[in-house]
């Protein structure tokens, strides 16, 4: 079975689970259905939303703007071919120049696809769920899948991937958190401001293949058998009672609620384009 550790970084907690969490209850069952979509590494740093857009999100390098140092990076003819040249003046500062570029991402990551996860760290030895953030709905999505079963999980999604036609640089894992050091900083998808984005506990899977656009993953079965519904405002309902850990119930009453709303914001959303409104 595949798995994927926690790091040195996570030395309070010796098990985690995987949440997906959305805008929508449609998008919801649909992810429970088997159908995973993954945005592109554009939409997340072109995205104004405080929980999902990063403007790094991409990149190859970034060049601290709050502390510059004497790096200096810009556009320079090399044997008759323009590239992004960074110079280090650390030691020699009498020739130093500032650049005129401050970040750069790779073209391959035009097609990159990213689908995000939070995670919710346990400490199973001493029975302790980590506390969730506050404003989780409000960043994330108001409903949630709790994935209950990741180790099979992991391997229906690998099982799907190797199945992409002209997919490369297929990865799962932590996302890890770091401050901006001075000067230039090497940045990758795996890679985040601690300072903007360190309260996300964020796992991810990412992968590059021949297009810009986005990409829903089929598994071809559904994941209702290792994965729960559940509301992002229940989140703090989940707990260890006598050994076992306890997370809240899907009433079917939900699924008749939110079928009917989803039915109602459809209906009006037709009105909506009939009338040119």
Known sequence: MIDIALGEW???YDGY????????????QCFLDGKLFFNTSDFFAECADSGRGDENEGKTFIINPNNQGYVSANIEQVDGTYMVVVRDYSNNLKDYVPGTIFDYSEAKNRN?????????????????????????????GKFGILIIDRYEFYERVSTAIKKIVCCKE??????????LEEGINDWHPFRKDINKFGCQNEFRITFVNDNTDTYMLDIGCSLRDIATPIMANDVNKI?????????PEWSFLHDIYYKIQSAIGN??????????L
Do not use: H, W
Not at 17 to 28: A, C, S
């Open 10 to 12: 996570c030395k309070d």
């Open 17 to 28: 689970m995987l949440m997906k969490f959305t805008g929508t209850y449609d998008f919801q």
């Open 112 to 140: 990159r696809k990213i689908i995000s996860f939070y995670t919710a760290y346990l400490n199973i030895e001493s029975q302790i769920v980590a506390p969730f953030p506050e404003n989780i709905a409000d960043e994330f």
């Open 170 to 179: 297929a990865t799962m894992g932590f996302v890890e958190y770091q401050d």
């Open 239 to 247: 707990k260890f009672v006598e050994g076992k850990l306890i997370y």
């Open 267 to 276: 209906r009006i959303n037709k009105i909506k384009i009939k009338l040119n």
